[in-house]
T-cell receptor, first 116, second 111 residues
Framework: KAGVTQTPRYLIKTRGQQVTLSCSPI?????VSWYQQTPGQGLQFLFE???????NKGNFPGRFSGRQFSNSRSEMNVSTLELGDSALYLC???????????????FGPGTRLTVL | DAKTTQPPSMDCAEGRAANLPCNHS???????VYWYRQIHSQGPQYIIH???NNETNEMASLIITEDRKSSTLILPHATLRDTAVYYC????????????FGQGTTLQVKP
């Protein structure tokens, strides 16, 4: 099976712009989770989508949003970019079955976003 | 906050077993212990997970204490390519789709 893919791999934006990142999960997986990784805060959970619905959300401002399509592909959007949004954005997919405690997440390679 | 405690760094000689400890004293009965590793700026790689029994796969072994308050990840024959940050994560049904990462252990395998 192909793994989780993320596009683009690298992105440079300026403050105030918005950005959309894409994630294609492993075939058959219905859950997609997004994470932000920075040197200062480490890996932090943004949100999770399952069957086109946001099922769980982390503690990030409303500038961070996402969506999931019927084919389980997901996008996340960051509006009004700030310098502090520079980070590695990772998505992970899982089957989305219950109970979630046995539902292993598999990560993509990430998108490196640089905000100037 | 992460529910696990790991040493910030460890060294291991190439070819020797690497034993990475993790404390999770507040683990609930339905929570699993997961291990991931992240090689510099790549996405985290799933290694292994378990509930209460010891587990083994082609990558590693996971030893969970009987009281489930701690665990050890064992890489039986460490290679230079095992140099990475290793994360121990406790996850249960109350955290749907959400993994809470701590700072992890940076394992340096030396020749």
């Amino acid at each position: 099976k192909a793994g989780v893919t993320q596009t683009p791999r690298y992105l440079i934006k300026t403050r105030g712009q918005q950005v959309t990142l894409s994630c294609s999960p492993i075939s058959g997986h219905r859950s997609v989770s997004w994470y932000q990784q920075t040197p200062g805060q480490g890996l932090q959970f943004l949100f999770e989508y399952f069957s086109e619905t946001q099922r769980n959300k982390g503690n990030f401002p409303g500038r961070f949003s996402g969506r999931q399509f019927s084919n389980s592909r997901s996008e996340m959007n960051v509006s009004t970019l700030e310098l502090g949004d520079s980070a590695l954005y990772l998505c992970a997919s899982s089957a989305g079955l219950a109970p979630s405690s046995t539902d292993t997440q598999y990560f993509g390679p990430g998108t490196r976003l640089t905000v100037l | 906050d992460a529910k696990t405690t790991q040493p910030p760094s460890m060294d291991c000689a190439e070819g020797r077993a690497a034993n990475l400890p993790c404390n999770h004293s507040t683990i609930s009965g339905n929570e699993y212990v997961y291990w991931y590793r992240q090689i510099h700026s790549q996405g985290p790689q799933y290694i292994i997970h378990g509930l209460k029994n010891n587990e083994t796969n082609e990558m590693a072994s996971l030893i969970i204490t009987e009281d489930r308050k701690s665990s050890t990840l064992i890489l039986p024959h460490a290679t230079l390519r095992d140099t990475a940050v290793y994360y121990c994560i406790v996850s249960g049904s109350s955290n749907t789709g959400k993994l809470i990462f701590g700072q992890g252990t940076t394992l340096q395998v030396k020749p």
